[in-house]
């Protein structure tokens, strides 16, 4: 008890005895005195004490007038009140007591049976404030758990030990349709209606079942509630056993979540994963899994599965020139088409831009590869109407068959695409199966090009240089700069077997560079010596392609310190044409540098003279194709004719390659070529062997 805590107000008008009643009390409490009864309420309303120790005669108002005062009072009706009397007034104490008084102290005043009275009243107060704030911070405790349950978003039931709701929360009602006055004293799983959400079967609440097994459980896997009105909701939750302070079990709460939404979101972001957003079929990823699904269920059944790899063809270029939104319409036309062909039972998936797989699992009851391929070519072939015009489409089927050539779904995909591109190779519009032979092709592909990056990464590349003759008196002062590759016993590659490679894998323009830098180099030593040389080099259409071409020309043609009139760079019709502006672009910028410009193959290729004007052309080359007969065939020395009739014409510098014979050595320098170049007066040979033979001259033996 603390004296500096408690209060007691003490009032008599005998100054003694107020004396020895404050002598006995202050040492418990804080004491105010009041001498006039007509002051005594007003004190102690404004002191609020813990106690009132209250005189009954007194001159202006008795104590029992002050204490009728007091329970009158709202405020201090609650202040105990002990009366001061004598030992000799019954009287006076029993309408004391029926004013609420508490006790007595008796006159003459005994400050040790007062102090008792005092302490052991003022103690029983303490104890009553203390259990009222208890109570309040208890109740308080309460309001807010139970806030804090009706708040929270998951739905929370408790049961007591025999499977009775004692309570329930306002989500836990809503999902069970159940209010909280119908809720409790039902059984729990009268209330929670819990089906699995495949077969429909009455699941155990995992509640009676914590109350089972004395431990946390978490609900079935799968599981929905189905509430009072007959709502379907997927649930998750856990429920735990209710253990009291002395160990005993008095029942369990289920805690569970509404998660339908969460549940379908995830069936939906499945389905983006799995599936092309544009066609809305299988993608690669599903595709593979199913190839995987497929390949195990053969163990058993000892059937074939067929993997066929279709591609549109020519769809870049429609893509290109008609817009990415004509292009989606197309593959999406073609998807409808291929999934009415495929049907059902096979699996029809988008693994590209503009590529499909079919995935074909009953080949052994009849449901052949090649049928299917058949019918997939004749549905890619009928016209599709885009904007009132019809454009005529084909695809590339490549087909892979499981086990026959293929042991896992990785090595299915990759014949499957080799066996595709066999038919790009015949032509398009047609189907392949892999095949032993392609399967060589294939390996022999792979084994070049890493031949070939090895070469280019450890500058192992030879150059050859093949001469060029001046028909007018045979003399040697430029040459065509050819590559080569050794393998590992030294037998030469020729440029036939991995330039069309280093095209198709991007390794032209780091094989181009190293060309242009050896032929600069020779150049270059021509040059140390007083001699005036020409080279002319290959570029490949990929070339032209990169912006940034004519830049690094000039760096190189800097670099080795030559005149860029010492460099010729001979283009085909096809590379002019690949990209018409780009390429006159990149053209008219290595001319403003020095370069000479030949266009090289003429006549083989598919532009019109008209587009040739554009470019800014210095050479023009025959090509081999058209001089190998002209020495028979009169329709080839007419062409031979006319296209150095064009080429003078235009002002044009005339080299004729392919020359075998004297006949066409003699008939193109009647016709006025410039230069030529063949078997008949060099083979190309090795720049060493070069630099000795001709540097300084040369003539036809």
Known sequence: MDNETQKVVIIDDEPTTLLLLESAVESLAKVVTVSQSANAFSVIKAQLPDLVVLDISMPELSGFEVCKQLKACPETAAIPVIFVTSHSDPENEHVALSLGAIDFISKPIDIGLCQMRVRNHLTIQDQKTKLARVNHELEAEK????????????????????????????????????????????????????????????????????????????????ATLVSRHNQVFRVEDTASPIIDEDGQLSGAVIVFQDVSEAIEMAVKMTHLTNHDQLTGLPNRV???????????????????????????????????????????????????RLAKVVGESATLARVGGDEFACLLTEIGSGYSADSIAMACLQAGREPIDIDGKAHQLSLSIGISLYPQDAVNAEEMMRHADSAMYRSKSKGKDTFSFFSKDLQHAMHHRVEMEIKLRNAIENDSLAIYLQPKYNFDDSTVLSAESLVRMFDEN?????????????????????????????????????????????VAVNVAAKQLSNPGFAKEVAEIINEAGIAASSIELEVT????????????????????????????????????????RQFPLNVLKIDRSFVIDMDKEQQAHDIVTAIVHLALSLELTIVAEGIETQ???????????????????????????????????????
């Not at 999902?175 to 495949?198: F, W």
């Open 143 to 222: 309001k807010q758990l139970a806030i804090t349950l009706k708040s929270i978003a998951d739905g929370v039931i408790s049961i007591n030990a025999a499977g009775d709701v004692t309570f329930i929360n306002p989500v836990a009602q809503r999902l069970t349709g159940y209010s909280e006055t119908e809720a409790l004293g039902k059984p729990i799983d009268e209330v929670m209606n819990l089906r699995d959400a495949s077969t429909n079967e009455r699941l155990l609440n995992p509640a009676l079942y914590a109350l089972e097994v004395m431990r946390p459980v978490a609900m079935s896997y799968n």
């Open 286 to 336: 599903l595709l593979h899994d199913r190839i995987v699904q497929a390949i195990t269920r053969c163990f058993t059944s000892k059937q074939s599965i067929a993997l066929l790899l279709i591609d549109i063809d020519n769809f870049k270029y429609l893509n290109d020139s008609l817009g990415h939104q004509v292009g989606d319409y197309i593959i999406a036309s073609i998807a409808k």
């Open 490 to 534: 030294g037998k030469v590659i020729g440029p036939d077997e991995f330039i069309p490679l280093a095209e198709e894998t991007g390794l032209i323009h780091q094989l181009g560079k190293q060309v242009l830098q050896k032929s600069c180099e020779f150049v270059a030593k021509c040059n140390e010596l007083g001699q005036d040389f020409k």
């Open 573 to 612: 019709e096809s590379a002019l044409m690949h990209d018409f502006e780009q390429t006159r672009d990149i053209l008219n910028d290595l001319a403003s540098l020095g370069v000479t410009i030949a266009l090289d193959d003429f006549g083989t290729g598919y532009s019109s003279l008209s587009y040739l």
């Open 663 to 701: 006949s066409h050595f003699a008939a193109l320098k009647a016709l006025g070529c410039h230069l030529g170049q063949g078997y008949f007066m060099c083979r190309p040979m090795a720049m060493a062997d070069f630099f000795t033979k001709f540097i300084d001259d040369c003539q036809v033996a």
